[in-house]
C-alpha cells in the first residue's frame, strides 16, 4: 500500500479548570516559580507565585500547605496587614483576599483592571494601595471591596511600593523612579534617583533610614527620609529584585543569578554569599528578630535565623531537566534527566530517591529488560549507555567505542534484544542473550537525529527524527534490517510515537498529530491544540494522552478523533508521561518537575465554542495552531467581561492585510479560523484589541 498523507485540523478544545486534577511531587513543597513571601510571625508564612501557586507554612516553614484558589493568575505581590487580613496580586489585575490569615481566598472585584499588579501595600486592614505595570496606582479605604485608579506616572511601570504608616509612602520602578507621599498618596513628589534603571524594591526601617535596589546591581541608602539618596558599592553588576533590613546596621539583598548580598554596616559594604546560580531570588523578608526567608524560581524556599549569615533551604528535591519515566511494577519506578539524573521509587510514586550514575551526561531514556535468568535496567544517553543488574542501585557505563560521540535519545525492547538510536541516524542492537553484544544495524539513512523508536510489530522498526522524517526498516531473514523513508512531507518534528496493535500515534511540533491504523503504512496528519507535543500514550485504541510545552496536557476518549485540554497549572515543559490505567498516571518535565494524577488529569467540562461554564479571568491570546500553517489556522482569545473585538492581520511591514473579528463579544472562550489561501508564504502578525487590552503574536504561513 503506498504511504499517504491526509490533512485534518481539530477545532474542539476542551478547558478544565481546577488544580486538584494534578499533585505536585517534586520538587516539593512546589516547583513553581516563587515571586513574594509575606512573613506574618515567625510561624506564619505565606508565599505566592507562577500559576496561581499559593502555599502557607504555619510551623515556620518546616511544612507546607497547598491553598486552593480556582485562579491560574501569576501572583507577584502579598500582604498581610495583621495575623488575619492579607492580600495576594497580580497578572491581568487580579486581587484576592484573605480573612482568615491565609486559609482561603476570595477573588475581589478590581473593575476594569487588566495590567499587572506587581507590588501591594496595606496600612491598615481598611486602607491599601497596588501599584501598577502602566504607571497607575490603585487604592482602597473599604478592605478592597472597591479599588479606584489614578495614573501617577504613565511612562513607566511601578516595581514596589512601600508606606511607613498612613501618610508617609514611596513608589519604585522603571527608569531609576523614586516618588514619596507624606499625604496618603494624594501627591506624589519625585525624588532623584540618578539613574534610569528599574528600582525593583525599597524597604525603610525607620522614617529616616531607607534603601533601594534594582538592576546592575544599584544600592541606594538616604538617611533623611529619600531627601537624598546615595549610592552604595554592591560588589556586583547582577540584577537585585529584593531588599530587607532587620535594623539600621543588617540588611540583605538579593536576585538574578543567586545573587545574596549582606551588610553589617547600614549598606555602607556589602558581603556576598555564594549560592546556586541556576536559581533567581525574587524575595528576601526579615522579621525584626532576624528571622527571615529567601524564595525565588523553581519553587527555591530557604529559611535563616541569625539575620541571613546561615541559611537552611526548605525546598527539597531535584531540579535538573528530566526526561524519560518507566515504571516496572506498581510500586517501583524510575526517572532519567539531564546532570546524569537517576531517581527511584520503591512506593509507587510517592517518594523518589536520587541514585549515583557517575555521568554529568544528559540520560534520555530508559527500559527495563526482564527474562527468566536476569533483569536489567538500560539507559540510553549523550554519552552512552548505562546498565543496573540490581534494579537501579547501582549503575555502571558502557561506551560503544567503534561508534564514538553518539548522543542516544531512544531505546525499546524487542524480543530479545534492545535497540538504540541517536544522532546521525544511528541504530544500535544490543543482545541480551549473547553478553557485550552490540551491533551497528543503521547509521546515516537519515541525515537527522533520531528522535524516537518504537517496534509497530515484532519484526518491523519505525523511527522519527528531529526534520520531521519518518524512517522504517523491516527485518529481512537473508540482509537483515531493511531501511526506508516514507513520503511524509511537511512534517514538523516528531518526538514520540506510540502504537496500541495496529493503530498508531505520533506527536511534535507545532502541535502536529499523525496516526495510522495499519501498523503504519499510512498516516493521516492532523493538528492538536499545544505548542509542541513532547510525549503521547495511549492506554487502549480509545483513550490517550498528550504533554508538551508550556505544562500543555491534552486527552482524548475517543482514539485521538478530539481532543480535551486539561490545565495542569504550570507553564514548565512536560517531556514524558506513563499511566497505568485511564485515571493513574506521571508527568515529568523541566527543572524536575514531577506530578501525578489519579483522575486521568481531569474532567473535560467546557468547550471553548460554547458559552462556558466558568468565565474566563483574564483577557488572553492564544499562538494560533498550526504554525507554520498552510492555507488555514486557528486563534483562540478570552474575553473576562463584555466589550468590542477586533482582530486584525497584519504582513511583515505593518500594513493591514484583513479584519477577522469586529464586533462585541460576551464574557468567554472563543477560536476563529483564518484562512491565508490567497496569501503569499511570508510571516504574518496578528492583532488583538478588547477594551483597553491589547496583544501581538507572530505566525507563519508555509506553502
Known sequence: MPNKIIVIFFLTTVFVYGQQNWKWMNPLPQGKGINNISVIDSNNVIAVGDNGLLIKSIDAGLSWKVIETGYANKLLTSFFADNLNGWAAGENGIVLRTTDGGSSFTRQDTGDVTFNINSIYFTSADRGYAACSNGVLLNTTNEGILWT??????????????????????????????????????????????????????CFTDKDYGWICGQNGQIFKTTDGGNNWSASISTTNKWLLSISFINHNSGIAAGKNGILLSTSDGGNSWNRQEHDTTFTFNCVSFLTTGTGWLAGSSGF?????????????????????????????????FIVGDQGTILKTTDGGNTWIKKESNTTFSLNDVVFYSDYSNSQLWVAGDNGFLQSTDFGETWST?????????????????????????????????????????????????????????????????????????????????????????????????????????YGWMTGLYGVLLKCENGGGYWIKSFVDITEGNGIQFIDTLNGYIC?????????????????????????????????????????????????????????????????????????????????FNPETNINYSIP???????????????????????????????????????????????????????????????
Not at 535565623?305 to 526526561?323: I, M, P, Y
Not at 518507566?326 to 519506578?333: C, E, M, P, R, S
Not at 567503534?402 to 534484544?417: A, D, E, L, T
Not at 491534552?554 to 504550570?570: C, I, Q
Open 301 to 333: 524556599l530557604a529559611k535563616s535565623g541569625d539575620g541571613g549569615s546561615n541559611w537552611e533551604f526548605q525546598s527539597s528535591g531535584n531540579r535538573a531537566n528530566l526526561n524519560s519515566i518507566i515504571f516496572v511494577t506498581a510500586d517501583y519506578g
Open 149 to 202: 485608579s489614578t495614573t501617577v506616572n504613565p511612562a513607566s511601570s511601578f516595581s514596589k511600593i512601600y508606606f511607613l504608616n498612613h501618610d508617609i509612602g514611596w513608589l519604585t520602578g522603571e527608569n531609576g523612579i523614586i516618588k514619596k507621599t507624606t499625604n496618603g498618596g494624594a501627591d506624589w513628589i519625585d525624588e532623584n534617583s540618578g539613574v534610569n534603571t528599574i528600582l525593583s524594591s525599597i
Open 548 to 628: 508538551g510545552s508550556n505544562g500543555g496536557f491534552l486527552k482524548t476518549t475517543d482514539g485521538g478523533s478530539s481532543w480535551n485540554k486539561v490545565l495542569t497549572h504550570t507553564t514548565n515543559s512536560l517531556s514524558k508521561m506513563v499511566f497505568q490505567d485511564i485515571n493513574s498516571g506521571w508527568i515529568i518535565g523541566a527543572n524536575g518537575l514531577i506530578m501525578e494524577t489519579n483522575n486521568g488529569g481531569g474532567t473535560a467540562t467546557t468547550d471553548i465554542n460554547d458559552s462556558p461554564a466558568i468565565s474566563p479571568n483574564s483577557f488572553s491570546l492564544s499562538q494560533n495552531f498550526p504554525n507554520p
Open 398 to 502: 558502557l561506551i560503544i567505542k567503534s561508534i564514538p560521540n553518539v548522543r542516544y535519545k531512544s531505546i525499546i525492547r524487542n524480543g530479545s534484544s534492545l535497540y538504540a538510536a541517536g544522532d546521525a541516524g544511528t541504530v544500535v542492537e544490543l543482545d541480551m542473550t549473547k553478553p557485550f553484544s552490540r551491533s551497528l544495524i543503521g547509521s546515516g539513512f537519515s541525515l537527522d537525529n533520531i528522535k524516537n523508536l518504537c517496534f509497530p510489530t515484532s519484526h518491523n522498526i519505525l523511527a522519527t527524527c528531529e526534520n520531521g522524517a519518518i524512517i522504517t526498516a523491516y527485518i529481512n531473514s537473508l540482509s537483515g534490517f531493511i531501511f526506508s523513508e516514507l513520503n511524509t512531507p511537511s512534517i514538523s518534528t516528531i518526538n514520540q510515537v506510540c502504537f496500541v496493535g495496529k
Open 641 to 703: 467581561k463584555k466589550c468590542n473585538v477586533s482582530i486584525k492581520i497584519f504582513n511583515v511591514l505593518g500594513k493591514e492585510i484583513s479584519t477577522i473579528v469586529n464586533e462585541n463579544k460576551e464574557p468567554g472562550n472563543y477560536n476563529i479560523n483564518f484562512k491565508g489561501n490567497r496569501l503569499p508564504s511570508g510571516i504574518y502578525f496578528y492583532r488583538i484589541q478588547a477594551g483597553d487590552f491589547s496583544e501581538t503574536k507572530k505566525m507563519i504561513l508555509l506553502k
